[in-house]
């Protein structure tokens, strides 16, 4: 914090520069929202001014403060405050707001815009990534921090909220987590304008915002002036001083604060205020009425020693780095590794290979196995359950627990609150550490808006869903995944791995493990799968193709048979009938349908040779997508509804998983093409 008295008069005249910059950049684009800069300018000045420790030539530096603008719409509230610190944003990066091309997007971008912690828009996510940050820190400090060191790790996690994250159901989660947890390394800062798109929030939200995060545990205070710089930095200080809780400061502002028309009103909230409109709030600021995107001479002068004193922190850290290389030369390899994104040398030296057994292993059961062969080899692979580790099998064996007061447990309890698991994965992954959370696939639909930015901002976040399709049994259609599947592969970069047995198991961890950028969802079955015997069939390592030839025939296939995860085995099975009854069948598993769709022309030629039009796709899912690989002539053997409670293998035979059926299918398009031949 700068020891300097505060000059009030260049205060004002540096907020009101945010303002004004706000102002113009939407009135230029005509588009977005000006209302909430306005409104907080105040707020974030005081905290980047004062308090925020960060270096704007390094938006990498790792013991850097995170600012997390939750409330994305007020993007120009960020890039204003990126600029005038001295961050590789110019002033016609500001005009070139929300413009193709520009690092100044209507929302902010993590990786886009030099400065942006995270990617944030979707109302909620951004402070749920900040539990996800703290917590990293918390992990970080007490798996590298030493006694009678100083510390590697101490930095704080800043969040600027709004009246929609507080009502969208995702920050309730990640609140509440962190209020159990006792991160008091967490602030977030509550704009109580009162205001959303459609007028005030007595529409539709009127509880005591304050008293839910006190039963949350949390440290909360109130500023009843968002101008009052003086009140804003003593909670500021107050909350640094805080030991055992996060803290909420509520902030009560007024949108487009000194619009004569618009201030308080939801036309200030997402559209330009309008020239005229603007030329009388800048009157009303002392400003210059016709100046546009002006910046005074000592704003930024004052606002760019943000630069000097950034430098001066990271100097005296990386000093700080130095000694701890030498005094703790494994940790630091641990430490750069992280920052890097690699993994250890050996990583996968235990994983494990798995005999061939008829009566097989479910494939959450291998992925355990598996993910515990790794573990050991990686420290800073962390993860947990939303209440499902006995199901998904995925603890830790011989690790403690990440809890209160003690930081450094690697498995991870998230409690039944899958909305918050994928968001504060987020903001663990966007801290550089390897992370994973699991769950059953039929939830995966709780946690979409997570996966879908985890791929939106390239984090190799592992998601581990198992009980993966009709085969869960009796707890019927609730809890059985029919769509759930073909979404995930919809989502652009996010790449989806059904392995078919143990030894596909192994290989899909060998190749989400590797990825540093993209997602990957792991779907496991509940039920057990047979251990395919890989003298007879092809290795597991096709995985890393995406789909490869499991069993084949001398030339050209008269039928290809095809499936993932657990429908493998059918097609394996009826692949041997029809080769005993002499037709020249091949068999392909499908592990992933992205991996495969990267392969080169020539190879995926070689697996579904266009001269072999008779295909069968099989999945305990829905059909959809699967055309794509049968073509136009093949059958599908998938399901059109959802299913039922019963025990597996009546719902197995009822909706038609079963050799008997797949082996008609295929011999139905046999005779289809013998009939268009002589045809």
């Not at 509230?77 to 209507?106: A, I, M, V």
């Not at 950034?310 to 701890?324: F, M, P, Q, T, V």
């Not at 499908?590 to 001269?611: C, H, N, R």
Request: glycine fraction near 8%; charged fraction near 25%; proline fraction near 5%.
């Amino acid at each position: 914090m700068d020891s300097k008295q505060p000059d009030a008069k260049l205060d004002l005249l540096c907020i009101n520069t945010i303002r004004t910059l706000a102002m113009d950049a939407v009135q230029k684009a005509n588009s977005g929202h000006p209302g909430t800069p306005m409104a907080l300018a105040p707020v974030a000045y005081v905290l980047w001014e004062r308090f925020l420790r960060h270096n704007p030539r390094n938006t990498d530096w790792p013991n850097r403060d995170r600012f997390i603008l939750s409330n994305g719409h007020a993007s120009m509230l960020l890039y204003s405050l990126l600029h005038l610190t001295g961050y590789p944003l110019t002033l016609e990066d500001l005009k070139n707001f929300r413009q193709w091309g520009s690092k100044t997007p209507g929302h902010p971008e993590y990786g886009l815009t030099p400065g942006a912690e995270t990617t944030t828009g979707p109302l909620g996510q951004g402070v749920a990534n900040s539990v996800g940050m703290a917590i990293s820190e918390k992990w970080l400090a007490a798996h590298f921090n030493r006694d009678g060191q100083d510390p590697l790790v101490d930095y704080r996690v800043y969040a600027i909220c709004g009246d929609g994250d507080m009502m969208e159901g995702v920050s309730s989660e990640a609140a509440s987590v962190a209020g159990h947890l006792g991160l008091n390394n967490l602030v977030w800062i509550y704009d109580n304008n009162r205001i959303t798109i459609e007028g005030s929030t007595d529409l539709a939200f009127s509880e005591d915002v304050a008293l839910r995060f006190m039963g949350y545990h949390w440290n909360v205070q109130r500023v009843s002036d968002a101008n009052d710089t003086a009140m804003l930095e003593l909670a500021i200080r107050t909350a640094q001083k805080e030991q055992t809780r996060p803290t909420l400061i509520i902030v009560d502002s007024h949108i487009a604060w000194g619009s004569p028309k618009k201030q308080d009103t939801a036309g200030a909230h997402g559209e330009p205020l309008g020239e005229d409109e603007i030329r009388a709030t800048k009157k009303a600021y002392g400003w210059p009425e016709d100046a546009h995107f002006l910046v005074p001479d000592e704003v930024s002068a004052h606002m760019a020693k943000a630069v000097e004193r950034g430098k001066a922190w990271e100097d005296e850290w990386n000093a700080r780095l130095a000694k701890y290389k030498t005094a703790n030369p494994d940790l630091y390899k641990q430490w750069e590794a992280i920052q890097k994104r690699e993994l250890p040398e050996g990583w996968d030296a235990k994983i494990p290979t798995f005999p061939a057994d008829a009566k097989g292993i479910a494939t959450r059961e291998s992925s355990g196995k598996v993910e515990n062969a790794i573990a050991p080899l990686v420290p800073w692979f962390l993860g947990g359950s939303a209440d499902l580790a006995p199901s998904t099998k995925t603890l830790i064996a011989g690790e403690t627990d990440f809890e209160k007061g003690k930081y450094g447990g690697r498995n991870f309890h998230w409690g039944i609150r899958e909305h918050a698991m994928g968001s504060i994965l987020n903001g663990m992954s966007l801290s550089k550490l390897r992370v994973f959370g699991a769950g059953f696939l039929i939830f995966s639909d709780y946690m979409r808006a997570a996966i879908r930015l985890s791929s939106l901002m390239d984090q190799p976040v592992l998601y581990i869903f198992t009980h993966d399709s009709i085969g869960l049994g009796e707890d019927g259609p609730t809890h059985q995944p029919i769509e759930q599947m073909m979404s995930l592969r919809a989502i652009p970069r996010l790449i989806d791995l059904r392995p078919a047995d143990a030894n596909e198991v192994a290989e899909a961890w060998r190749f989400a493990m590797r990825l540093d950028k993209h997602p990957a969802v792991l779907v496991l079955s509940r039920q057990a799968l047979p251990t395919f015997d890989r003298t007879k069939y092809a290795s597991a390592a096709g995985l890393h193709k995406g789909a490869y030839i499991m069993g084949d025939c001398e030339g050209v296939p008269e039928v290809i048979l095809m499936g993932t995860g657990s429908e493998v085995q059918l097609c394996v099975a009826a692949y041997e009938q029809l080769k005993a009854e002499g037709v020249r069948a091949r068999v392909v598993s499908m592990p992933s349908w992205k991996i495969f769709d990267k392969q080169s022309a020539e190879y995926k030629e070689k697996v579904l040779p266009i001269a072999c039009r008779a295909r069968v796709g099989v999945e305990a899912g829905t059909s959809l997508g699967w055309r794509e690989h049968v073509g136009l002539d093949g059958r599908i053997v998938a399901r059109a509804d959802f299913g039922a409670s019963a025990p597996i293998k009546e719902l197995m035979k009822e909706f038609g998983f079963t050799v008997e059926h797949v082996v008609a299918e295929a011999r139905a398009l046999l005779k289809e093409k013998q009939a268009s031949t002589r045809a």
